[in-house]
């Protein structure tokens, strides 16, 4: 694993991977809003690849409270399967696109994680604190929760009713996480801070 912390140094290391050849798929993992997205489209347009966002409404059957139970598989599947009889190297992105590609079983040729910074700190990290157990963390995010629920009520005179249910995306994202470890198997680790940006 090598890990990036500017966008040059990323497209030189991706250009340098597609000119090994036997490249097909480049899969760009990270949390939600860590800049997939944002980083696909800059690779996609700089190295004339296929861009597939499984946030996409083709691929993705939304507000199902979840992610990877809500993927349209099969159509994902062909959709790969077209681009590379035609030779179309492409880069797919979303969250656990690891184990969505696993499902298909389908091996990325390139696996890119993103890492997304906020004042030097990686935020999305404590979620995926690998010492502790998932119910650990789940525990964690609640009291989390909880605090913001309880300062938001305040600054907002008003009292809502606490309700915290640890489901549907952020479930996925942990339950992944602990799985996979993407952001410790990752060929590349790109990191960026927001405030630098």
Not at 11 to 40: E, H, M, P, W
Not at 100 to 114: A, V, W
Not at 156 to 175: A, M, V
Request: aromatic share 12%; glycine share 6%.
């Amino acid at each position: 694993m090598v890990e990036l912390n500017n966008i040059d140094e990323l497209y030189n290391s991706v250009s340098k991977y597609l000119k090994k050849g036997n490249s097909f798929l480049i899969a760009l993992d990270g949390a939600d809003g860590s800049g997939k997205t944002t980083i696909a489209n800059l690779l996609s347009s700089r190295f004339n690849l296929k861009h597939i966002e499984l946030d996409d409404d083709r691929y993705l059957i939304t507000n199902q409270g979840g992610y990877v139970d809500y993927i349209r598989y099969e159509l994902l599947k062909e959709d790969l399967d077209k681009l590379k009889s035609k030779g179309q190297i492409s880069i797919i992105e979303g969250i656990c696109v690891l184990e969505i590609l696993n499902r298909i079983k389908i091996l990325p040729s390139l696996h890119i994680y993103i890492k997304k910074l906020k004042f030097g700190l990686w935020l999305d990290g404590e979620c995926f604190d690998y010492t502790s157990s998932i119910e650990e963390q789940m525990q964690k995010d609640r009291e989390q929760f909880k605090r913001f629920h309880e300062f938001e009520s305040q600054m907002n005179n008003e009292q809502k009713e606490f309700n915290y249910e640890t489901k549907g995306i952020f479930l996925d994202k942990l339950e992944y996480h602990f799985k996979f470890n993407p952001d410790q198997i990752a060929d590349i680790v790109y990191v960026w801070d927001e405030e630098a940006a």
